[in-house]
């Protein structure tokens, strides 16, 4: 079935730094990747969706300043939160829609903890 | 109103018990209805998609009431691995297809 690779799956940075999560789709070409975040014990929250060869859109609420997402590939999207700070920490997950039969695959997530 | 909400948990319910989830959405005009199960800092899975006319999935069984905005999960003869937060998950209308999660319903099967 469709695969989506996430890459870190844990990372700990100093807070001002900033930190690069990519997610590959292996055996499909995602032209769209959506971008969620994972508070504790809550709910994944959508925060953008990035479309190959055109800008991301991003929730409301959403900084893009700071979390600046490319789409650079049909198999490639990448999440980069700039100047982290502990707030930053959370689990973010990707996902693509791709063509099986309930039409989503999600990546690993990546676990940023920010000190 | 959230746009999917789902009863708070958590549930812990012996071996073989039957246990049932509820969750309610905001938007009448949406489209699919899905439950997904997340285990503890991974990815949520698909657990089954609910139609109107329900659907069954071996131990699993899924309802959609579309006049009552309500989405069940019906969970028979309970295994130790059916362990895990139970996602009620409706797709956003009008968009490219992304999701919207409840908070989720975290199940504990004893021995």
């Known amino acids: 079935g469709a695969v989506v690779s996430q890459h870190p799956s844990r990372v700990i940075c100093k807070s001002g730094t900033s930190v690069k999560i990519e997610c590959r789709s292996l055996?499909?070409?995602?032209?769209?990747m959506f971008w969620y975040r994972q508070f504790p014990k809550q709910s994944l929250m959508l925060m953008a969706t990035?479309?190959?060869?055109?800008?991301?859109?991003?929730e409301q609420g959403v900084e893009k300043d700071k979390f600046l997402i490319n789409h650079a590939s049909l198999t490639l999207s990448t999440l980069t939160v700039t100047s982290a700070h502990p707030e930053d920490s959370s689990f973010y997950i990707c996902?693509?829609?791709?063509?099986?039969?309930?039409?989503?695959?999600f990546g690993s997530g990546t676990r940023l903890t920010v000190v | 109103r959230k746009e999917v909400e789902q009863d708070p948990g958590p549930f812990n319910v012996p071996e073989g018990a039957t246990v049932a989830f509820n969750c309610t959405y905001s938007?009448?005009?949406?489209?699919?209805f899905f439950w997904y199960r997340q285990d503890c800092r991974k990815e949520p899975k698909l657990l089954m998609s609910?139609?109107?006319s329900g659907n069954e999935d071996g131990r699993f069984t899924a309802q959609l009431n579309r006049a009552s905005q309500y989405i069940s999960l019906l969970i028979r003869d309970s295994k130790l691995s059916d362990s895990a937060t139970y996602l009620c998950?409706?797709?956003?209308?009008?968009?490219?297809?992304?999701?919207?999660f409840g908070k989720g319903t975290k199940l504990s099967v004893k021995p």
């Open positions: 996902s693509a829609p791709d063509r099986g039969q309930f039409g989503y695959t």
């Open positions: 055996d499909f070409q995602a032209t769209t």
């Open positions: 990035s479309n190959e060869g055109s800008k991301a859109t991003y």
């Open positions: 938007n009448s005009a949406s489209q699919s």
């Open positions: 609910v139609y109107s």
């Open positions: 998950v409706v797709s956003r209308v009008g968009s490219q297809g992304n999701l919207i």
